[in-house]
């Protein structure tokens, strides 16, 4: 199978896969959205959010260096992966112990606070299951082998709905659904562990040198992810602390369908970060790399445009489809997904400028972008909220997109002397529907 045939296979791989596992992810929202209503789905997803949140903190960055480094070096590869294992097994714990204490001290507009701090605690299990599966992961992903993330993906999902079914059929409450949460993410551990140790062969011994040179790349890349994971998730914490419950609810909907949406760019770049890594030497393959940046530029200016249509159109639809018979508590729903579609169709090409530059290894000077886009996010929150709510939080995400995208694209033109042409689409397009074609 040729190079891109192996790109366009992995992502449709995700692409199915995460049809299946949205699906079950949708059903679950309809089910909840229903059983607990507006103000208990945003305690729901205001524990979720923060596991999330310090979840990147267990990450670190060490999953894509990761996938770079493994990508780029067959014959060490398995003290590599042995030595990124222990490394996030290590950092999963940190996370875990600083959610812990955040449980503590966060400030929370809830009708039972007691209850949703007890269930934050029980979410830091979900942080160390979901960075072991993560660990397992780096393997699929490197070798081009998404297929098999994708079973230990849909398993979990399948199971999230079907434990949270039984215990809205028992009338059980909050509780054992953030549980319900922590069983499938197990069960999802133990498949991607017995897969992945299937693919490669993992050395679980520390090397000084590889470790030393792990933890040397991650750092940078594990603040730049950081910075954007609580940059995309602060506004939720942000709002459930000023707005309340409520408020998290309303913007937890359209929130759900962005982070659906923006998948299919995620998706992409996830299967060409291995390719762009082996191109990095800027001397030898820039004039590759100009053209593999152009046709991803065109693909996801298509996904983005089809997307962008289709949410202006249908968002009603959307969200009364998801709310169902509590469409009258979440009527605001619509306005807010409106305005994060703007938001989604730039975040598109975020995600080319932001995987180009990590896999180009310029994370260090990407850290500062990463940090001053999360300071305007926060304070701009901190002026909109208070005034307009969820809207407001949805408006400054826009901003926040535009603002990473010009700095990113500059970035990029000064790399590989580029500024990507609008208008090149049909070209790639027919390409792509030539199954012989190299695209990439």
Do not use: C
């Amino acid at each position: 199978m040729e190079l891109s045939q192996k790109v366009a296979f992995n992502t449709f791989i995700q692409i199915a896969s995460k049809i299946i596992t949205v699906s079950f992810a949708l059903l679950t929202t309809i089910l909840l959205t229903g059983y607990l209503g507006k103000e208990g789905y945003g305690d729901y997803i205001y524990i979720i959010t923060l596991a999330i949140i310090f979840g990147s903190l267990a990450d670190w960055g060490t999953a894509t260096i990761g996938v770079r480094e493994v990508a780029k070096e067959k014959e060490s590869q398995g003290k590599l992966l042995g030595n990124i294992f222990i490394l996030r097994l290590g950092l999963s714990f940190l996370a875990i112990v600083l959610l812990f204490a955040f449980s503590l001290f966060l400030p929370i507009q809830t009708q039972n606070p007691l209850l949703l701090r007890k269930m934050i605690k029980i979410a830091t299990l979900i942080v160390f299951l979901v960075a072991i599966k993560a660990s397992f992961g780096i393997i699929f992903q490197s070798r081009l082998e998404m297929q098999k993330a994708a079973v230990a993906d849909i398993t979990t999902s399948l199971l999230i709905f079907f434990f949270s079914w039984y215990v809205v059929q028992k009338g059980l409450g909050l509780g054992p659904l953030v549980w319900a949460v922590v069983w499938a993410s197990g069960v999802a551990v133990v498949i991607a562990g017995i897969l992945a140790l299937k693919t490669a062969r993992y050395v679980f011994q520390i090397d000084k040198e590889i470790m030393a040179e792990l933890i040397r790349e991650s750092l940078p890349m594990g603040a730049i992810l950081l910075m954007f994971t609580m940059d995309n998730k602060i506004d939720t914490v942000m709002l459930g602390a000023i707005k309340g419950s409520g408020a998290v609810g309303i913007y937890a909907i359209p929130y759900r369908i962005y982070d659906v949406l923006i998948l299919g760019a995620a998706f992409l770049m996830n299967a060409l970060l291995p390719v762009i890594s082996q191109y990095s030497d800027l001397e030898r393959w820039k004039d590759k790399l100009r053209q593999i940046y152009q046709k991803a530029f065109d693909i996801l200016f298509l996904m983005g445009s089809a997307g962008l249509v289709f949410i202006l159109i249908f968002a009603p639809l959307l969200v009364r489809f998801l709310t169902w018979q509590r469409f009258g508590e979440f009527g605001d729903s619509v306005t807010v997904l409106r305005i994060l579609v703007l938001a989604m169709f730039i975040a598109y090409f975020n995600h080319l400028t932001g995987y180009t530059i990590v896999a180009l290894g310029r994370q260090r000077p990407y850290f500062f972008v990463a940090f001053g886009a999360l300071i305007f996010n926060v304070i701009a929150n901190l002026i909109a909220i208070p005034r307009f709510s969820y809207y407001g939080a949805a408006g400054v995400t826009v901003l926040t997109e535009g603002l990473v995208l010009m700095i990113t694209s500059i970035f990029i033109f000064r790399l590989l002397k580029i500024i990507p042409s609008p208008v090149e689409f049909p070209k790639t397009l027919v390409e792509i529907f030539k199954t012989r074609a190299k695209i990439f």
